[in-house]
């Protein structure tokens, strides 16, 4: 059996190169399937400072596969020169339970036997996750929040969190996501953790079983983040091609690139929390939770994001009270939400004037 010390937030640092906040919760965290973390750690970054009047808290949501450090990976929007910046803003960003990013997950050890979790890591929701950005919102001494914004999954968090707590933001930044997730989006991550578990070291004992299916899983998700048009402009063959195509060479360097910074195991959790998202579970509808959302609110939508779909962003824009819609030109798709930021901070800029 394969046995080792290092922790999981041992291992993130030294994924993400820097050092990463950490809130510690030793109050044992009831999921809402009912099953029990007997332990909590919130890995995080802040950047800035709060204002006097605590008027500047910005949240930033990651998705799926992101870390706490929005600087690294939303470049163009979130920056020291950016629209959201640490000289304005008090710039929060928690990485999700379930990750490997520091935050409790897979690879940390279960105090209750002294094993890692691995395989045997609680099933959690979108909620759960939320409920766990509460306790270090609480932390932090945090009582409203100017702006949330997050994308895909950031922003299935953000939507979640801005209907259990209406009077906490004050704007929501709602980018490529959805209130509900699709049947669709349930088929195409389902089919990913069918080429995980396809690799047998997914059942092992070790902290890197999976990692093959891994690869496989990334490279499915890539035909649904992108679009035809972005594969066929940037992946074209001569003419005489018969084998090694560029187009399999790309999705084998897609799939590699994600084994090696992140988490077989992490990324089946995760993927199985986004298909729970439901605003609408016990709250009557969707549309009655959406309604009772109070935040001023920006819905962004990517034009031809096959993942979440312009009628989606219309449902979401449609049902809030106070909110505005818009989509930006993309021949990127779903990925365009963190490839076009700049586009994206320029509607976010005019939103947020308006209501200065």
């Not at 020291?80 to 960003?93: A, G, M, Q, R, T």
């Not at 360097?253 to 959790?269: H, M, V």
């Not at 962003?313 to 030109?329: C, E, K, M, Y």
Request: contains cysteine.
């Amino acid at each position: 059996m394969y046995t080792d010390t290092k922790t999981a937030q041992q291992e993130s640092e030294t994924i993400l190169g820097e050092p990463v906040n950490s809130f510690n919760s030793n109050t044992p965290f009831q999921l809402e399937n009912g099953e029990i973390l007997p332990e909590l750690r919130i890995a995080y970054h802040t950047f800035g400072k709060l204002n006097n009047d605590h008027s500047n808290v910005v949240w930033v949501f990651h998705a799926l596969t992101a870390n706490a450090n929005p600087i690294q990976w939303w470049p163009g929007l979130v920056g020291h020169d950016d629209l959201i910046n640490p000289k304005d803003h008090f710039i929060v960003c928690a990485n999700v339970i379930g990750s490997c990013y520091g935050s409790t997950g897979p690879k940390d050890f279960n105090p209750v036997n002294g094993e890692r979790y691995l395989r045997d890591f609680p099933h959690f929701t979108i909620r759960d996750i939320v409920n766990a950005h509460k306790l270090l919102q609480q932390h932090l001494g945090i009582e409203k929040i100017f702006l949330g914004i997050g994308g895909s999954m950031g922003g299935q968090q953000l939507l979640e969190w801005a209907v259990q707590d209406q009077n906490l933001f004050e704007n929501i930044a709602l980018v490529a996501t959805a209130a509900r997730s699709s049947s669709w989006g349930i088929a195409i991550r389902s089919a990913q953790r069918m080429a995980i578990e396809a690799d047998p070291s997914f059942y092992s004992s070790s902290p890197k079983g999976g990692w093959k299916g891994l690869e496989a899983a990334r490279a499915m998700a890539m035909t649904s983040y992108r679009t035809h048009q972005s594969y066929n402009e940037a992946q074209q063959d001569p003419l005489d091609k018969l084998d090694n195509f560029r187009a399999e060479s790309y999705q084998r360097y897609q799939g590699e690139k994600l084994r090696q910074r992140f988490d077989a195991r992490s990324y089946y959790a995760l993927s199985k929390a986004m298909d729970t998202h439901n605003l609408g579970r016990g709250r009557g509808s969707v549309n009655e939770a959406l309604n009772s959302i109070k935040s001023r609110a920006l819905v962004i939508g990517i034009e031809g994001d096959l993942l979440f779909t312009a009628d989606e962003q219309r449902i979401i824009a449609d049902n809030i009270q106070n909110s505005r819609l818009a989509f930006v030109p993309s021949k990127y798709g779903h990925d365009g939400f963190l490839i076009e930021s700049q586009n994206i901070s320029i509607i976010l800029k005019n939103f947020l004037k308006e209501h200065s």
